[in-house]
């Protein structure tokens, strides 16, 4: 892998060692899931479920991005998505619009790197 596109990614908040190491080394498996994130609507879905105050059905779209995140090793977004999970779990919905701002922030540093592949 390129070092700048390495350090691109890893700036982004991407765990590439211990995502390589989970694609067994194999940069092109990697690319292609990277590519079909950038591709993937769940971010967009989430967004309107939560701007119009859907919170029941904020758990199945987060836990799908949760569990995307934590395989392609975006950090930051996992956390955001896993904290999104564990609030809709509890039934405990005021911070959704604060967590979604938090992920907004984070999603365009990864699609901005994929962009780059």
């Avoid at 991407?14 to 971010?43: G, H, P, W, Y």
């Avoid at 395989?71 to 956390?79: I, M, R, S």
Wanted: charged share 30%; with cysteine.
């Amino acid at each position: 892998m390129d070092e700048i596109l390495k350090k691109d990614m890893i700036d982004a908040g991407i765990n590439v060692d211990e995502t390589m190491n989970r694609f067994m080394n194999n940069e092109a498996l990697l690319m292609k899931f990277l590519k079909k994130f950038a591709d993937d609507d769940n971010m967009n879905a989430l967004g309107t479920i939560i701007a119009s105050k859907n919170y029941q059905e904020v758990l199945p779209v987060a836990h799908t991005l949760k569990g995307v995140c934590g395989n392609l090793g975006f950090t930051n977004l996992y956390d955001i998505f896993s904290n999104m999970c564990q609030e809709c779990r509890k039934e405990r919905f005021d911070d959704m619009d604060r967590l979604f701002a938090e992920a907004k922030k984070e999603y365009p540093k990864i699609i901005a790197v994929i962009q780059k592949l």
